[in-house]
């Protein structure tokens, strides 16, 4: 299965680089853009089937070396194939 990882800043977490990419994108005429946040993705196949099990290691994964849970946070979508 195919598994993403979404992780971007925690909203309560100033975002530099979400700031100047807003910026960038007002200066080029999208004067409506608000609330730019720049984050990570990360994808990777493993074996195995969605189920509570599953997600619950990703959990483990995602919490403990792909996020930083103190200023982070994470969502994974599970593609089956």
Do not use: W
Not at 3 to 11: A, E, L, R, Y
Not at 31 to 43: A, L
Request: charged share 30%.
């Amino acid at each position: 299965m195919k598994v993403t990882v979404f992780v971007s800043p925690k909203t309560t977490v100033l975002d530099p680089q979400g700031a100047a990419v807003e910026q960038a994108m007002k200066s080029l005429g999208h004067e409506s853009v608000e609330g730019v946040r720049v984050g990570k993705t990360v994808t990777f196949e493993m074996p195995g089937e969605d189920s509570p099990e599953t997600r619950s290691k990703l959990d483990e994964l995602c919490d403990g070396l792909l996020s930083n849970p103190v200023i982070e946070d994470y969502r994974f979508e599970i593609e089956q194939g």
